[in-house]
């Protein structure tokens, strides 16, 4: 029986097959283990970006004025009016590398021992990437020089009348702005366990807009203590199969403004939400747009420098998450 030091391994090759394996499984599970991510892809609203210098977004901000009552030869207005407009959001990049210098080559030659360390490799590649974009669905996109994601913190906003969101200025739209309220300065007082119950509905029905309404609520620690507590021995916990995300997360119902919506807890250990937040969401109206060419896709050359004992790959990712109404949305903090 040959040696397992007698294999030839190529290590590009190893490396690259590796990854490109994997490539499916991390842009799966980065939408199955985010409560609002995964929320859009069960609606069906993450579709890839195939291409152009941005991601439009196209959307309605006003009624058509030229609608009247009339009788008899009495003129119609037949004036054009501007009913529609289109959000641009960046195309936003990221990548990670996994890198097997000659001298490891050397040392871990026999098959066993090379698969062994690139998917070691690869495993902490993608647990980190994982982390990163989660992270940036509540970020606001300031991060790294700008360059990350625009996330929650930039669409449903905590300062929700000035800012430019999607190439649009709220501070000069007020269609464009998102509702906020600060539990310092509003008249319910500080969120408890007594009252979050009445800021969930104070919310809740300032978003509805006739059968339209929010169907997440994203909720830190704290939020979800207190509206857990408040439930008392009426508290109904989702399951799967049912109107819920899904398993794996830790969700609760609330019933208010004629809908069933789902609280999620994205707030214990590992999360990203900040702390002393909930997002009430209206999910229809955002969108992750992945790049269809680069959705965690494997690329680089073999060498990391021509002049460096070293193999190198990169996995990458590009696109943006958008939004196409910030008035039916609103964070509570």
Known sequence: MASPLSFTVDWGDLVTTTMEDRQRTLADN?????????????????????????????????????????????????????????????????????V???????????RAEAMNLVMQRQKIAEMTFWNAMSSGVYSDGTAFGGKQIGGLALLVSKAPLTGIVGGIDAAANVWWRNVAFDQTVDALSTVSATNIQAYFNKITLGLKRNSDGIDLIVADTNFYAFYLASLQTIQRITSEGGSSVGAGFTALKY?????????????????QIPVNTAYFLNTEYFNYRPSKSRNFTVIGGERANVNQDAVVKLMAWAGNITICNRSLQGVLF
């Open 30 to 98: 980065l939408s199955n283990n985010n409560a609002f991510l995964a929320f859009l892809k069960r609606r069906g609203n993450s579709t890839s970006y195939t291409g152009g210098r941005e991601i439009m977004e196209e959307l309605a901000y006003a009624q058509n004025q030229t609608f009247l009552w009339y009788s008899g030869y009495e003129p119609l207005n037949i004036a054009l009016n501007d009913t529609m407009t289109a959000a641009r959001f960046p195309v936003k990049q990221a990548a990670i590398a996994v």
């Open 100 to 110: 097997i210098s000659g001298l490891e080559q050397i040392q871990n030659s026999g």
């Open 255 to 271: 019933y208010g403004a004629g809908k069933e919506v789902d609280v999620i807890l994205d707030g214990g250990k590992g999360g």
